[in-house]
């Protein structure tokens, strides 16, 4: 059984950073494709992080720059690394790995405030 648990989110200030953790078991991290999601209030869940099969990372527009997505092999674990954090970063994060058709954490609250 597959299973991904996020930590690290919570409440911060604008300009602030936080550090997510997605630790694996069931599944070995770098045998794919992983990283991570967001989704906002009214909005559809979006890829903003990720590490590719070949270890290539991939960031979306409106964090690069901010975010660094990095993995811990010998722990199954993958980080999201997010600086200069936005009111528009309030999302739920979640972990995933393999893709929209793969495996997903729970999820776990950002929330910016301005």
């Known amino acids: 059984q597959v299973q991904l648990v996020e930590s690290g989110g919570g409440l911060v200030q604008a300009g602030g950073s936080l550090r997510l953790s997605c630790a694996a078991s069931?599944?070995?991290?770098?045998?794919?494709?992983r990283g991570w999601y967001r989704q906002a209030p009214g909005k559809q869940r979006e890829p903003i992080a990720s590490i590719t099969s070949d270890g290539r990372t991939v960031y979306a527009d409106s964090v690069k720059g901010r975010f660094v997505v990095s993995g811990d092999n010998a722990k199954n674990t993958i980080y999201l690394q997010m600086s200069s954090l936005k009111p528009e970063d309030t999302a739920v994060y979640y972990c995933?790995?393999?893709?929209?058709?793969?495996?997903w954490g729970q999820g776990t609250q950002v929330t910016v405030s301005s």
């Open positions: 995933n790995a393999r893709g929209r058709m793969g495996h």
């Open positions: 069931g599944i070995i991290f770098t045998n794919g494709p």
